[in-house]
């Protein structure tokens, strides 16, 4: 994690900051899952209740060349601008950037659960009044599963603050709920 590049969303008559981000978040999260080795890491700088239109790549050089040389954000270049990748600053704190899953509808929960057939439609009946809907202002973004095709969002964490690394994998959204990335 010495080095880093960052992704700026440009802004476009016809397409929100938010549609832009989420479709080169899908490309990136396409191309990680291919390379399949855990070492690239993602932050939102300018995140607040939206991820904002800055996504930073964080990794060794040489992850972040073999990224790169990949071509994967083809199709998305007129509506971006991409840095050079850079050495982290030295005044580089640390945090853990994740994935966070909200059960937003006890409904879907209930009928899932008696899809499964962990619950029987009576028991599910009884649980309904009982549970309550979680929800979270965590910035997301809006994603299509590569396979079930259904839109989801996914909601990003960053964490607190720290002052050393921890190591550990990636997943192929370039999160993790334990190694951390530079933050400055």
Same mark, same amino acid.
């Given at each position: 994690? *010495?080095?880093?590049?960052?992704?700026?969303?440009?802004? *476009?008559?016809?397409?929100?900051?938010?549609?832009?981000?989420?479709?080169?978040?899908?490309?990136?999260?396409?191309?990680?899952?291919?390379?399949?080795?855990?070492?690239?890491?993602?932050?939102?700088?300018?995140?607040?209740?939206?991820? #904002?239109?800055?996504?930073?790549?964080? #990794?060794?050089?040489?992850?972040?060349?073999?990224?790169?040389?990949?071509?994967?954000?083809?199709?998305?270049?007129?509506?971006?601008?991409?840095?050079?990748?850079?050495? /982290?600053?030295?005044?580089? @704190?640390?945090?853990?950037?994740?994935?966070?899953?909200?059960?937003?509808?006890?409904? @879907?929960?209930? @009928?899932?659960? /008696?899809?499964?057939?962990?619950?029987?439609?009576?028991?599910?009946?009884?649980?309904?009044?009982?549970?309550?809907?979680?929800?979270?202002?965590?910035?997301?973004?809006?994603? @299509?599963?590569?396979?079930?095709?259904?839109?989801?969002?996914?909601?990003?964490?960053?964490?607190?603050?720290?002052?050393?690394?921890?190591? #550990?994998?990636?997943?192929?959204? #370039?999160?993790?709920?334990?190694?951390?990335?530079?933050?400055?």
């Amino acid at each position: 994690m *010495d080095h880093y590049l960052e992704i700026h969303v440009l802004p *476009d008559p016809e397409f929100s900051e938010e549609v832009l981000m989420a479709a080169l978040f899908a490309k990136l999260h396409r191309a990680l899952g291919a390379r399949g080795k855990g070492d690239i890491g993602v932050s939102f700088p300018l995140h607040n209740l939206k991820p #904002g239109t800055c996504l930073r790549l964080h #990794g060794s050089a040489s992850a972040l060349q073999a990224l790169e040389s990949t071509l994967w954000r083809k199709g998305l270049t007129d509506y971006c601008h991409c840095t050079d990748i850079c050495p /982290v600053p030295a005044i580089a @704190r640390w945090r853990c950037v994740s994935r966070v899953q909200v059960k937003s509808s006890p409904e @879907r929960l209930l @009928r899932r659960s /008696v899809k499964k057939g962990w619950l029987t439609e009576e028991e599910a009946q009884q649980r309904l009044p009982g549970m309550s809907q979680q929800q979270t202002d965590l910035p997301w973004l809006n994603l @299509r599963s590569l396979s079930t095709g259904q839109t989801f969002r996914l909601f990003i964490r960053h964490g607190e603050i720290g002052n050393s690394p921890v190591s #550990g994998t990636f997943s192929a959204y #370039g999160l993790s709920s334990a190694a951390t990335i530079p933050w400055f």
